[in-house]
């Protein structure tokens, strides 16, 4: 098993430009995350999913969007890139009853100049 | 509202030393869940340990253990024996045991060993 992957792993934006992340799972977790870390700030919930076809908001959801197509699958979308979405992102996924840990993701650099 | 307090930023210590890192958190939640992440240099989240609210025994597994106290609403981590590869960001994680299952992290704190 792979556990929780990310594509890309590493992204240079230029201010306006837009870009989708994408996160995979095969676990077969209903629920997945996306979090950015900035250095002193922790882990900080953008989006959530609790199943295919949902999405929900988390603590930090401006400027980003989210879909949930397929259960393995979450993407995270950037529409108009800007220098404060510079982060590292995490994506995590987790079942949906008492064995809910979170797995996460290796991470996606991105800097937005 | 949820809160996860990593008072300790940075910590660094010579190896074979003990270390202890600590963990303060509020909820209002009767049921909830504590977690362990270390993250390493390469930067991925690896999970350590979750306990959950009804469950106040110490864990021990090999140098690390886990102490947690609903009285003092705390939840520390003690390494024993630290060793250079120990040297990492640890964060630590509330979750609710409501219908959202969302983690709320610290803000981490940083273990250098020192050789």
């Known amino acids: 098993n792979a556990g929780v992957t990310q594509t890309p792993k590493f992204r240079v934006l230029k201010t306006g430009q837009s870009m989708t992340l994408l996160c995979a799972q095969d676990m077969n977790h209903e629920y997945m995350y996306w979090y950015r870390q900035d250095p002193g700030m922790g882990l900080r919930l953008i989006h959530y999913s609790v199943g295919e076809g949902t999405t929900a908001k988390g603590e930090v959801p401006d400027g980003y969007n989210v879909s949930r197509l397929k259960k393995q699958n979450f993407l995270l979308g950037l529409e108009s890139a800007a220098p404060s979405q510079t982060s590292v992102y995490f994506c995590a996924s987790s079942y949906s009853n008492f064995a809910w840990t979170q797995y996460f993701g290796p991470g996606t650099r991105l800097l937005v100049l | 509202a949820q809160k996860v307090t990593q008072a300790q930023t940075e910590i660094s210590v010579v190896e074979k030393e003990d270390v202890t890192l600590d963990c303060v958190y509020e909820?209002?939640?009767?049921?909830?869940?504590l977690f362990w992440y270390k993250q390493p240099p390469s930067g991925e989240l690896v999970f350590l340990i979750r306990r959950n609210s009804f469950d106040e025994q110490n864990e021990i597994s090999g140098r690390y253990s886990w102490n947690f106290q609903k009285s003092t609403s705390s939840f520390n981590f003690t390494i024993t024996a630290s060793q250079v590869v120990d040297s990492a960001v640890y964060f630590c994680a509330l979750g609710n045991g409501g219908s959202n299952y969302k983690l709320t992290f610290g803000k981490g704190t940083l273990l250098t060993v020192n050789p």
């Open positions: 909820t209002r939640d009767t049921t909830y869940y």
